[in-house]
Structures are given as structure tokens and as C-alpha cells.
């Protein structure tokens, strides 16, 4: 393998080059700087070697994004155990059992966390460390207690006078191919499997960012952290390349509400947006689309010589929507609905749209958005190979595989689930179907779990469906599901907006059977929609916003 430089000693590299800067901020919070996370960081490992901890020992983390919670992610991977970090929306039971399944010695947990979890379910754990201010809510040892009711006094003996750049010295893993972190995927079918995550794949996704972002992103520059900092894609864009370049890193430790997020973008300007489709698509349709919808505008757009110039005023306004100082947003995690893509193509907007998994820490697919072709994810990233299994990519859509530095080692205690993911020439298979174009662009169908049969034995992909019923009248969301041989498309409509209307449930009941019958319209005979029922709650999502099918028929 090629010589892959060590992650950790990247990480203190930016350390001590940005020592005096801005690092960490908890919105409407405290700052970090870069030297305050490295003390911080230096008191975890002390608590760590105080109480026994050794490297290659798992220390889980859950609770929401926080400068506290990313110093002792820090300290667990630069003292050289593994990191196994937790989505702070899962369940007791889940957390538990991913405690539990990941051998887990420590487990950091937010105060939500605290408040939800069940020591006595999770027998092996050593203590419980809140978040927080890291004190301990459960101890099982007398070293970890000792160690932390003693950690000023153990900290002021190992540096008597004070703490300085020289006294940081980070764990250098050795191979790159040795397991740094643990993440439990949070997939839409309901069962989390174990991923384990090599350095080489932190570094990997790292090296491709500087290659597509660094021109750009530079030491000082603001970024938001919006999504869940225990989901790969966030870890790897919102954090991992930021830190080393030296950026400083907003989080959104509240549950980031549109109006929040709005004010952040407003007060902190970022320098880039990494985000899921479903912030993208709010913000537009609540805040842009009314705006040009009306006749007036709809006119203006049509007349040649001022088209263009209306188009360069409302790029400009959506830019502000979003803070005006990024040079682009890259949207993944989930599919991007096909109106709202159309309309930012059309005003020259700059935008991306990514692909990636958890296998992969995250990123397979991506282009600039100035190369961005419409309605795809991007070619394969940097130090990455993809191809689709079919007998013509072009036209068949086939399942997306992909190798290179950025694939896992394998599921943690699954063996055959890695044997049935990861083939004999080391091509991961993502279950996803797709098609890639003479340029290498892949353009994605859906997911090949999701896929229907017809009576006849075409194939149906439920997402194209979804893509097109979600721009109609007062959809919000929707998911198509099949029943003996019927599709039914279940419909999650815009309730405040119906209700300022003053429609009733059957006047949403009519909207919804005239855009059923507008929708069959644009189908072929065996995708047509025979019924369309209506959930007044949202649909269950994970915490990257995508809908959790299984638990819908």
C-alpha cells in the first residue's frame, strides 16, 4: 500500500500551527481555541492512562454536536484507542446495544443521553462521563475514580508550570490499514451494523477534500456544523478537514430548527455548506419560491433579454439565504428532489451534489460545481474507482460499486455481512442502482431493496416516483409502496400551509386525487398511482433526513 500520511499527526500539526486561533464554538457558546482543545484534550488522556485505559480499547461518544464532545473524540483517537461514536437521536435500547456489541470501556453521553440510558443494560462499560464537564455520572472502578477526582492535581504535576505547543505529542498509528473508529450506520432498514474505519480512510477522505475544497477553505474561515457529528458525512465535512486547515468550527448544539439555522448562516456567514436535501428544499420552498412564483415574475423570466439579468437577481438573493460568503454547497445524504435541483441549475447557482456511505467514511462520488452535471452525484472522487454492474451502464441501471482508500475493513463481529458487501476484489457494493454516463458521471435510480416488481416484470424504482409526486400541490414527502399489485403512494402534505388556505381535509383530500391524477399523466401504465392516503404526522427519518421505509406498507 501506499505510503498514507498518519491522521493524528495531522491533527497536531494544526494544533500547534493555529495555536492562538479560534477552533471550537458552541453556538450562542463558549470558544475554544486551538490551545484550549489541546489542554482539554491532554486531561482526557491523563484521565484515560489514570484509569487504565489502553490503545485499541473502544470509548464510545453520543450526545449532540459540541466543542466537549469533539475534544474527547479528539483524545480518543490521538491517544490511540477507538473511537465509537453514537447518533445522539437513537434510542436507550440502541445506544445500549451498540455499547454493548462495540465493547465499549467508556461511554461519553450528552445530558439527553444521561437522562435516557440504563447503566445496568450495559454491564461492561467501566463509567459513564457526562459531556458536559466531563464528570462522572457512573463509575465501576476505583482507578476511574480516583483518576478523576484527582485530574487537576494529576495535570498540574505533569506540567507544574504551564501547558505549551512542545508538550504535544499525539499517538502516530502505524499502519494505515489500523482501525480508528467504530460507526454504527443508521440506515433506513432498521437493523446497525458495526462499520469499522480505518485511518486510511479518515486520511483518504481528507486528502480528496484539500483536492476539491482547499483552494477555497482556508485557516481562520467559518463553517457550521449542522449535521450529526456521529454520522461520517458530517465527521469528514464539517470537522475533519476544517480542524487540519485550521478553520473555526460552529455547532449547532440545539436541535437546529430552520429559523436556528437561518440565524446562523446570517450571524456566522460560512465559508461552505455541507447538508442534506431537506434543508436545502425549506429554505427554498418557504423562502424563495413564493417569491418568484408570482405572474409578474413568471413573465419577467420569459422575455429573453431581461431573463437572464432576473436570474442573476434571485441567485444573488437565495446566496444571501444561506449567508452570501460560501463559494459552494454540497448537498448529500439523501436524494435531491428534481424541481428544486432544476431551479438552482437554472439561476447558475453553486451547488454539488455528492454521494456517499458510511462504508466508504463517506465520500465514492463528486464534482465541482462548476463541472456538475444535473441530476447526478459526480464521478468517482479522488482515490476512488467506481463502476455499475450492468451489461450497459449507460442505459441498464445496475448496482454501484466502488474500491479504493476509502472502503471499511468490514462490519465489526459480521463476517458474512462483510463477505456479501465487500467481494473477493475488494469492490464494495453499496445496494444502490444507477447508471454512469461517457463522462463518468453516475446518476443514481435508487435503491436496489427498494426496487418493485410489476405484474408484468418491470422494474419500478419508488424514488423517481417520490421525486416527482413531492413537487406537487402541498406535498411535503412521500413514500410509493406496493400492495398485491396496486402502488399507493402515502403523502405527508403541507398541513400549516392547507390550514392558512382554510382548506378543509377534504378539500386536501381533492388537492391530492387531482395531483394523482396529474402525476399518472407523466407515468407509464405500470407506475401509475392508484391511491394516495394522507399522514398528518411526518415521516420517521434518520438522522441524515431519509425516510425509514421498513417501518411503512
Avoid at 259 to 280: E, G, S, T
Amino acid at each position: 500500500m501506499e505510503r498514507i500520511p498518519s491522521y493524528n499527526a495531522l491533527i497536531q500539526k494544526s494544533i500547534i500551527d493555529h495555536w492562538d486561533m479560534d477552533a471550537l464554538t458552541d453556538f450562542k457558546g463558549q470558544t475554544l481555541q486551538y490551545h484550549d482543545v489541546a489542554r482539554k484534550i491532554e486531561k482526557v488522556h491523563i484521565l484515560f492512562e489514570n484509569s487504565g485505559v489502553q490503545r485499541g480499547d473502544k470509548i464510545a461518544l453520543c450526545g449532540r454536536n459540541s466543542s466537549q464532545w469533539t475534544v474527547a473524540f479528539l483524545a480518543t483517537l490521538t491517544y490511540g484507542a477507538i473511537a465509537v461514536p453514537i447518533l445522539h437521536e437513537f434510542t436507550a435500547d440502541q445506544v445500549h446495544n451498540i455499547v454493548n456489541h462495540s465493547d465499549a470501556k467508556l461511554l461519553f453521553a450528552g445530558d439527553h443521553i444521561c437522562g435516557i440510558i440504563d447503566a445496568q443494560q450495559m454491564p461492561k462499560l467501566e463509567g459513564i462521563i457526562r459531556n458536559s464537564d466531563y464528570s462522572l455520572l457512573l463509575s465501576r472502578t476505583d482507578k476511574l475514580t480516583y483518576a478523576r477526582e484527582h485530574l487537576n492535581e494529576l495535570y498540574g504535576k505533569k506540567f507544574p508550570k504551564y501547558f505549551r505547543k512542545e508538550h504535544v505529542s499525539y499517538y502516530h498509528e502505524q499502519s494505515p490499514d489500523e482501525l480508528a473508529l467504530i460507526n454504527y450506520t443508521s440506515g433506513t432498514t432498521g437493523f446497525s451494523k458495526g462499520v469499522m474505519i480505518p485511518y486510511r480512510a479518515l486520511w483518504s477522505n481528507y486528502d480528496f477534500a484539500c483536492s476539491a475544497m482547499g483552494s477555497e477553505l482556508k485557516a481562520g474561515h467559518s463553517v457550521i456544523s449542522i449535521l450529526p457529528m456521529a454520522h461520517m458525512y458530517s465527521m469528514a465535512f464539517e470537522f475533519s478537514m476544517e480542524f487540519i486547515t485550521g478553520c473555526h468550527v460552529y455547532y449547532l448544539n440545539r436541535v437546529p430548527s430552520p429559523a436556528i439555522i437561518a440565524q446562523a448562516f446570517a450571524d456566522i456567514k460560512p465559508r461552505i455548506i455541507i447538508a442534506v436535501p431537506l434543508v436545502i428544499e425549506k429554505i427554498i420552498r418557504k423562502k424563495v419560491f413564493p417569491k418568484i412564483q408570482t405572474p409578474r415574475m413568471q413573465l419577467l423570466l420569459q422575455l429573453p433579454v431581461i431573463a437572464q439579468k432576473v436570474r442573476e437577481t434571485i441567485c444573488q438573493e437565495v446566496k444571501k439565504a444561506f449567508g452570501g460568503n460560501f463559494f459552494e454547497i454540497i448537498i448529500g445524504g439523501a436524494a435531491f428532489n428534481q424541481e428544486v435541483e432544476q431551479f438552482l441549475h437554472r439561476i447558475n447557482f453553486p451547488y454539488t451534489v455528492g454521494y456517499g456511505a458510511t462504508e466508504c467514511a463517506p465520500i465514492i462520488c463528486y464534482s465541482d460545481w462548476r463541472s456538475f452535471a444535473p441530476g447526478s452525484c459526480g464521478r468517482a472522487a479522488k482515490n476512488m474507482e467506481v463502476r455499475i454492474d450492468s451489461r450497459d451502464p449507460e442505459n441498464i441501471p445496475g448496482e454501484i460499486l466502488t474500491r479504493g482508500l476509502n472502503v471499511m475493513l468490514g462490519y465489526y463481529k459480521n463476517e458474512e455481512a462483510t463477505r456479501e458487501t465487500i467481494d473477493a476484489q475488494g469492490w464494495y457494493h453499496t445496494g444502490d442502482l444507477g447508471t454512469m454516463d461517457e463522462y463518468g458521471n453516475v446518476f443514481i435510480n435508487g435503491r436496489s431493496k427498494n426496487m418493485l416488481l410489476s405484474a408484468n416484470g418491470q422494474n419500478i424504482y419508488p424514488e423517481e416516483i417520490e421525486d416527482k409526486l413531492n413537487s406537487m400541490t402541498l406535498v411535503v414527502e412521500s413514500i410509493v409502496v406496493q400492495r398485491d399489485t396496486k402502488l399507493v403512494a402515502l403523502v405527508h402534505p403541507d398541513l400549516d400551509e392547507a390550514r392558512s388556505l382554510g382548506f378543509t381535509k377534504e378539500d386536501l383530500q381533492g388537492i391530492m386525487e387531482q395531483n394523482r391524477n396529474g402525476l399518472n399523466q407523466s407515468l407509464p401504465a405500470y407506475e401509475k398511482i392508484s391511491e394516495i392516503e394522507i399522514y398528518e404526522e411526518e415521516f420517521a427519518k434518520t438522522p441524515k433526513k431519509s425516510i425509514k421505509r421498513y417501518l411503512y406498507h
